[in-house]
């Protein structure tokens, strides 16, 4: 009982510390930058500054997807490793990155699209083909079960052969190959309200199944069989786990370009810190992912000055360290 | 056991007439076909309008420089996958290319070196990614799966770090570096590839003189130490010599995806006899090399670096792989 309490206590506060994290990462993503803005300006209603108009509903735009970015990010995250068992699935490790890309450059250079909505579009598709093409691989290889090693190989073999083909189409055209290097990099800086609507209902529809999934996966965790014969219907819930973390991270990649490890460093931190029960596991991962995707925003915005460091290199060097420990550790492999 | 050493030999023999005939294409082949004769008649030295410069100055230096890479991927990549046991263990798996690209193109882009500069950077990055990865991956007993793990995210972060020196670059310098990173022949010229050719001739020599430990290490972990062979020295160095070889190489043409870890699996498929095959490792990289080029440049209407195609070629061979040794990993 007094454990209980205990338990309670600690939740509340991390809960606490970690919206208070979350907006300190909003009123920094707000305030800084190549042209910073003081907080009297932020609040001042008349903006005497005509410069600090334009510049701040930039901001604006950027903190917004930037929010919207961390939370799928961090909600695929959990999902792909509680559905593969795999503590490693994150959309970068997977190859979800390249699959969209892939489509994008073959549909400017084939079908010659040119509008954002388009790209989005095509990315979606072509992340949506890679997770299964991967996932299905990694299954048939594990003999039915989804191992890391499996996983990332597949993964890693899809990268190869997307990159191939983006280079193939993209090589002789030099257009192409320009638009192309911009997008290949994770940033948030969003083009205009039009594209993050049109990415926007896939994100709610991801997240919106996630809540619904919570108690089936909390069930899921006691394994297939277990789960099972506690009347879980594993392979629809499964199939709409998969379903919801493609929407997730394929709007995302479509919008921000590839934004790596995210996915896989907030859920194993959260999840240190409160344990694995997925009602609190859900909405505490997307607060945290929304929170470090910001401040690593920020931090590439303060590092590249005068220029800008994009937030999918920073999100990689943080990432990758922890991807590093995590299979050191031997959390990856049992 | 003498028609063990009878089927090594033939396929070594058979490996070396393959790169010969493709060699022969290679200089035939391009803008303008010369046939057998003329080439001939100008690698004598004979002065031949139009075919010698295509010849001599064009042709012969990407032969060269692609054999060079080729050999110094397959042997490296058959070590890598003799000494773990395993196929997927290969240096291109495990992010030493990449991670010796990204240290390459920085030097090329951002400190704009060139030539031996260049290979310098690219052995630290792939020398150090070495080194993480086997450090860490040591634990109680070497762990495969957590080296080749570990090599993939490494790989992920030096993708990222690619692309961001990219970035930097201005889109005059884009166009070349996308090339290189690709993996390209195109720009290979015979000056300053001295290095190159001492280096892969020196680590090859060296590899195959220890072929004796080589097949030791890949017996086990136990066997190894009753047959008086110290495993992680041996282990460290040919693995180092590998790292290094692969390295050069990636500073020399780029990233050849895919080249080192089919070059020694295919090797081991077609000989069979359970040995170690590096010279015929190295032969089957030249192959693969050379005929991936022929391919990029003659078989479409645009001409495409060597790295595309074997990049095409592996990412299915690497899948087939997958699925074909199921059940084996956890």
Do not use: Q
């Given at each position: 009982m007094q454990n209980n309490s205990l338990n309670n206590k600690k939740l509340i506060l991390f809960i606490v510390a970690s919206l208070m994290l979350l907006g300190l990462a909003l009123v920094l993503s707000l305030i800084l930058g190549s042209k910073d803005i003081s907080l009297a300006e932020l609040f001042?209603?008349?903006?005497?500054?005509?410069?600090?108009g334009p510049i701040f509903e930039k901001r604006i735009m950027r903190t917004v997807l930037g929010i919207m970015a961390g939370f799928a990010l961090s909600i695929a995250g959990v999902l792909m490793q509680a559905i593969t068992k795999?503590?490693?699935?994150d959309p970068s490790i997977i190859g979800i990155n390249s699959g969209a890309a892939c489509t994008v450059v073959a549909a400017i250079a084939i079908l010659g699209i040119n509008s954002s909505i388009e790209y989005i579009i095509f990315a979606l598709i072509g992340a949506a083909l890679t997770a299964c093409f991967v996932y299905c691989i990694a299954m048939v290889a594990g003999g039915g079960k989804v191992g890391p090693v499996g996983l990332a190989l597949a993964g890693a073999a899809t990268s190869t052969a997307c990159s191939s083909v983006v280079s193939l189409i993209m090589l002789p055209n030099m257009n192409v190959m320009e638009q192309y290097r911009f997008w290949s990099v994770g940033s948030?800086?969003?083009?205009?309200w039009d594209n993050i609507m049109v990415v926007l209902p896939f994100i709610l529809a991801g997240i919106f199944i996630a809540l619904i999934l919570i108690p089936s996966l909390n069930v899921l965790t006691l394994g297939d069989e277990t789960a099972t014969g506690l009347g879980v219907n594993v392979p629809l819930i499964k199939a709409a786990g998969i379903l919801a973390s493609v929407l997730l991270c394929g709007a995302t990649t479509a919008i921000a370009g590839p934004i790596g490890f995210l996915g896989l460093m907030i859920p194993h931190f959260v999840r240190i810190i409160i344990g694995g029960d997925f009602k609190t596991l859900i909405p505490l991962s997307a607060i945290n992912g929304a929170s470090l995707l910001l401040l690593s925003d920020v931090a590439g915005r303060v590092i590249g000055r005068p220029g800008e460091l994009e937030v999918g290199v920073v999100t990689a060097f943080l990432g990758a360290p922890v991807f590093i420990l995590l299979v050191v550790k031997g959390r990856a492999i049992k | 056991m003498r028609t063990r050493k009878k089927k090594e030999i033939s396929v070594l023999i058979i490996l070396f007439i393959g790169v010969l005939i493709l060699g022969f294409f290679m200089l035939s082949l391009g803008e303008s076909n010369y046939d057998l004769a003329t080439v001939v008649k100008v690698l004598m030295g004979q002065e031949i309008k139009g075919a010698s410069f295509a010849v001599m100055s064009l042709r012969l230096p990407k032969l060269i420089i692609g054999i060079l890479a080729g050999i110094a991927c397959g042997v490296a990549g058959n070590t890598f996958q003799v000494i773990m046991k395993n196929?997927?263990?290969s240096p291109d798996v495990m992010g030493v290319t990449s991670s010796a690209g990204a240290m390459a193109v920085f030097a090329i882009l951002i400190l704009g070196l060139e030539g031996v500069a260049v290979s310098a950077f690219a052995i630290a990055g792939g020398v150090l990614v070495a080194v993480i990865i086997f450090s860490f991956a040591?634990?109680?007993?070497?762990s495969i799966n957590k080296a080749i793990l570990m090599g993939i995210g490494i790989q992920a972060m030096m993708q990222a770090l690619i692309t961001f020196i990219l970035q930097q670059a201005n889109a005059y310098d884009l166009s070349k570096a996308m090339h290189w990173l690709s993996g390209s022949?195109?720009?290979?010229?015979?000056?300053?590839?001295g290095g190159f050719f001492i280096t892969v001739l020196i680590l090859t020599c060296f590899i195959q003189y220890r072929t004796k430990e080589l097949k030791v290490l890949s017996l086990g972990e136990e066997l190894p130490v009753t047959l008086g062979v110290n495993i992680d020295r041996e282990r460290i160095v040919l693995l180092m010599a590998s790292v290094i070889m692969v390295s050069v190489a990636t500073a020399y043409v780029?990233?050849?995806?895919?080249v080192s870890f089919m070059a020694g699996h295919i090797t081991r498929r077609i000989i069979?006899?359970?040995?170690?095959?590096s010279l015929q490792a190295g032969l089957m990289g030249a192959i693969i090399v050379l005929s991936s080029e022929l391919i990029g440049q003659n078989a479409f209407a645009i001409r495409f670096p060597v790295g595309v195609i074997t990049g095409i070629i592996g990412a299915p061979y690497l899948i087939y792989l997958l699925l074909s040794i199921r059940n084996k990993r956890g």
């Open positions: 001042s209603k008349d903006s005497e500054n005509a410069l600090a795999n503590p490693i699935a948030i800086k969003a083009s205009s | 196929p997927l263990a040591r634990g109680n007993g070497f022949l195109n720009s290979a010229k015979l000056s300053g590839a780029g990233p050849l995806a895919s069979k006899t359970g040995g170690v095959y």
